[in-house]
């Protein structure tokens, strides 16, 4: 008989530590497969952020580092420039990328760093216990918005595609979601171009992806993904913001 | 107008330098494939050095957007396996104390320059060594050391940022050249050498990424979350500063063998100690200076035994103290341990340290006399 | 011997180049020497400042407390270093730019009128190297046929005018201290 899904060979056969209904198994599988399809095993590093994908490397199946908080887009800077054949997968949740990390984020994608950065945004801080990230909604609760995240006190959550899109290094800026088979499909069409454009060397390629986090927000894992449609992709539209190649 | 390295001229040839310049050649010199910096006075001379140099080169120069960005590109250039360097001043290097941790953690080659100015805080940007604390324990979290060389004049800048390359190299560890802003900023003729390959250096194939092709994929990390995992780490990273401090000690003795009184002095202090022992003989006082060229592992071994046959041993630093505490440690009560400090942009003037001297000399019983 | 120079007056006179000439001079005559900067904030019109010392051992401090000689190209300059010059030590003062006399009676004077003879060579910007021809013809601490020696290393191409006109200005310098 014919085996027509398999794990793909850039994931190593290991049950992920991830909560039940967490996205993160979802985005790593989606990496992994393209590091297959685009046959780059060989020479991918990925980067195991600070947060809850900070154990990557058990689940990834070629070269991971681990980057201090928020510090990767400038260990994969770093990499890419020391090794430009190399195939660097900048992985990161929204505290890295857009808390602690916001300024490594914003000159990578300026200097037009030809890296995959992928970002995961669960609207929360996952490894320590539930706080409130840059991209937490306007009256989400959290371990330190207890009473909903008051935009007076506390600002507003960043939507970073829309505040990095207009950067000249940046060659493809896209947003998905894995709260649905087809939008698992779309997310994964555009990290395949992210994919490309870098083996092309077109330039930053960036995709966020809208992802669940259930144990943090307190929901079962299907009442996350309703919440997750109902609040999270109001406010953090899909779709495609930057395409260096649409622009001709 | 800089001077700055100019084309055809023969390696050996003798050219004035300023000491920031020096450093960006000899790490040139040596194969440094990536620099990363972010402007800080005074050592704005060797970013700017290497914009021009690594270029010219095909190279990797990148201006960060701050010293924490530098130290994490270093990160990842020491990853992928090739040296890499980055420079700062003092509040510069505190703001990489973050990475050089990390550098620690996870055993890679990593080359820093700090070319020290006066502190706390902003400080000033005057000539100083007071970073002697930072750059001798490490300088960020958890349980590990840095080699520090402490380089006295221009050549050895660029000397021992060869050697600095060999040595992160050999040990994969942080290396760090601890100067300051007399030392970057002043020229001094300079003899201009080839880099050596010692040879002997590991081969980087075994732990570097992005050759999965080969073997099983490499994880680089410093975290090590498993019961008893990160002990076991940092025994393992203990024994490697073990044989660094059997191997690799330098310093430098002057007249120290019929001494009375040694004094014990590096970088711009001892230009300045050299000077006052030089001064103290041609008025018959028995003056010998110990000049500690790595700065860690420190040559607590040596000025042990001296501490055993003299009766006076005296730190000048540019700093309050901060090698003064080595030195006393060092000689564990065998001889009395004076302090001459100057610090933010004081330098120790050598008819001062003369003066302190003879007190010493004349003193009695277990007084410690300090200048300030 | 040992001779600490500082050389001081507003940015743009060349006074930077003037202490790197004096130390590419004295490595050229194979003594020890070394150059330091006044570095830092940076001041539009400020005066700016370097310190040389030539030896024939090895130098201790590059620092230069109490300078042996001063090269004074502006009046701010001059009030602010005619304190620091050792007892016995000289004072070179540009008189183009500095009407009032030396007030200390310890030191010894030379003075300059560097931008008039700069002037007639065809380059006010020269006026540094007329300073620099006089103070070495005057006192040897390195000899003029290095500092000429020097301008070749460090104006290497400036093209032949700038060459010829700063190498002009230096032996009229000379020319004034013989």
Known sequence: MERIFTMPEAMKPEQTLYCPGCGHGIAHRLVAELVDEFGIRDRTIGIAPVGCSVFADKYWNFDVISAAHGRAPAVATGMKRGRPESFVICYQGDGDLAAIGTAETIHAANRGEDFVTVFVNNAIYGMTGGQMAPTTLVGQASMTCQLGRDPEIMGYPIRVCELLKDLPGVAFMARGSVDSPKNVLKTKKYLKKAYSNVLEGKGYSFVEIVSPCPTNWGMTPLKALKWLRENMLEYYKLGVFRDCDAEG | METSFREGLGMSEKVLMKGNEAIGEAAVQAGCQCYFGYPITPQNELTAYMSKRMLEEGRVFIQSESEIAAINMCFGAAAVGVRTMTSSSGPGISLKQEGIS?????????????????????????????????????????????????????????????????????????????????????????????????????SKEAWRLGDAVTQEPIWITSVRLGEGELEEHNFKLQKKYEEIVEKEVRFEETAVDDADIVVVAYGTSARVARSAIEMARAAGIKVGLLRPITLWPFPEKRIREIAEKVDDMLAVEMSLGQMWEDVRLAACGACRVHLHGRTAGGVPDEAAVVDQIKTILSSKGDEIIRNF | MVSKIRCSGFGGQGVVLMGKLLAQAGMIEEKHTTFFPQYGAAMRGGTANCSVVVSDNEIASPMVEEPDVILIMNGPSLDKFEPTVRPGGWIFYNTSLIDREVERDDVKVFKVAANDVADEVGSTRSANMVMLGAFAEKLGAVSVEALLDSLDVMLEGKGDKIMNVNREAMKRGAALAK
Do not use: W
Request: with cysteine.
């Open chain 2, 102 to 202: 990390y550098v620690a953690g996870a055993e890679l080659p990593v080359f820093y320059v700090n070319v020290m100015r006066g502190g706390p805080g902003l400080g000033n940007i005057a000539p100083s060594q007071a970073d002697y604390f930072q750059c001798t324990r490490g300088g960020g979290h958890g349980d590990y050391r840095v080699i520090v060389y402490a380089p006295s004049d221009v050549q050895e800048q660029y000397d021992y940022t060869m050697l600095s390359f060999d040595l992160a190299d050999r040990y994969r560890i942080p290396v760090m050249l601890a100067t300051d802003g007399i030392l970057g900023q002043m020229m001094e003729p300079l003899v201009l050498h080839d880099y050596k390959d010692p040879g002997d250096l590991p």
